[in-house]
């Protein structure tokens, strides 16, 4: 099945509303348009609608980094889907090692996040992914299947395009480390293949998995030419509109 390529631009916590204005029309000006991958950009919350406005009428989509469950209530400093909604948003990054690490985001809490996202039309990006000592133990198989398992308990199986997983080994996050192209393959076909025996295969081979983790220029195109392996999602290197396109073009 023909899987159409995803590159997410995931800025952190970087870039003033002017900066990341700045930052999306230079990438929108040289994206282009009907290309066989779709880039979205997912700025910090306070740079939200900026670049809603600066990415209207183009091909580039919006995300966010992370949301609440709740549609509203008494949780101080959090951002509910429907906000997300009205902004244009189209995907939301879900239970980033960064959330699960310094915010103790849980699966059962990501399991709720997916429900809510979904239920509005919105697309979530899962993140999962290993640490360098549980690669070093042989666990990233058992511990990627039970991030999965975890998140996607309550997940009804329909369209595959409603949800995209992104495998990103936190050993190489900001490291300047890569899993070769063989590594990211691998992982990704043991996703697949726990997909297919959880929802079965036309969901397996529908859904999109991108691989994070240091990913540049100079080495996307060997990782994005792999089987499995649907797109990128970014880091440090969709900061600068040279760099991250580099990679949507490879």
Known sequence: MTRKQIIAGNWKMHK????????????????????????????PFTALQTVAEAVSGSAVAL???????????????????PMLAALGCRYVIVGHSERRQYFGETDATLAKKL????K?????ILCIGETKEQREKDETEAVVKTQLDGALGNWQA???GALV???????????????????????????RAHLE??????FSSGIRVLYGG?????????????????????????????SFLGIFRA
């Not at 429900?115 to 979904?118: D, N, T």
């Not at 509005?120 to 979530?124: A, E, Q, V």
């Not at 025996?197 to 036309?202: D, I, K, P, Q, V």
């Open 16 to 43: 003033t509303h002017s900066e990341a204005r700045s930052l999306a029309l230079e990438v929108v000006a040289d994206a282009g348009g009907g290309s066989a991958k779709e880039m979205v950009l997912c700025p």
């Open 120 to 124: 509005r039309g919105m697309i979530p």
């Open 214 to 242: 240091s990913v540049k220029p100079d080495n996307a195109a060997d990782l994005l030419g792999c089987p499995d392996i649907d797109g990128a999602l970014v880091g440090g290197a969709s900061l600068k509109a040279e």
């Open 165 to 191: 997983i992104a495998y990103e080994p936190i050993w190489a996050i900001g490291t300047g480390l890569t899993a070769t192209p063989e590594q990211a393959q691998e992982v990704h076909g043991k996703i």
């Open 115 to 118: 429900k809510a996202v979904a």
């Open 197 to 202: 025996g959880a929802f079965g295969e036309g």
């Open 158 to 160: 329909g369209d595959p």
């Open 63 to 81: 995300g966010a980094q992370n949301v609440h469950w709740e549609d509203e209530g008494a949780y101080t400093g959090e951002v509910s889907v």
